[in-house]
């Protein structure tokens, strides 16, 4: 098993920077990609952005140029780099991990709530 643990969330004006990190514990060998979604009041959860074991990544078009993910595999953490943001970012966002062992199982964090308001 694996846990994802996210910290960095809370309340920023619209423009403003916020940086999410997750550090993961556990079988990480059986991690692949890792990455981020997020979940607003009444919505679904979706993708936010996601990168592979070598760092190839995929943004949802909503943040791209605004976010940035990133990983340190030797740190075993995940991070999301939030500028420029919006009121439309505002979600619960998920840390997530891919589970190569058994892909219909994929790996959650516990959430943090991220609140851009003035």
């Known amino acids: 098993q694996v846990q994802l643990v996210e910290s960095g969330g809370g309340l920023v004006q619209p423009g403003g920077s916020l940086r999410l990190s997750c550090a993961a514990s556990g079988r990480i060998f059986s991690i692949g990609a890792m990455g981020w979604y997020r979940q607003a009041p009444g919505k679904e959860r979706g993708l936010v952005a996601t990168?592979?074991?070598?760092?190839?990544?995929n943004y949802a078009d909503s943040v791209k140029g605004r976010f940035t993910v990133s990983r340190d595999n030797a740190k075993k953490m995940v991070y999301l780099q939030m500028n420029r943001m919006k009121p439309e970012d505002t979600a619960v966002y998920y840390c997530y991990a891919e589970n190569i062992d058994s892909p219909l199982n994929d790996y959650w964090g516990q959430g943090t709530q991220v609140t851009v308001s003035s």
């Open positions: 990168i592979a074991p070598l760092s190839s990544t």
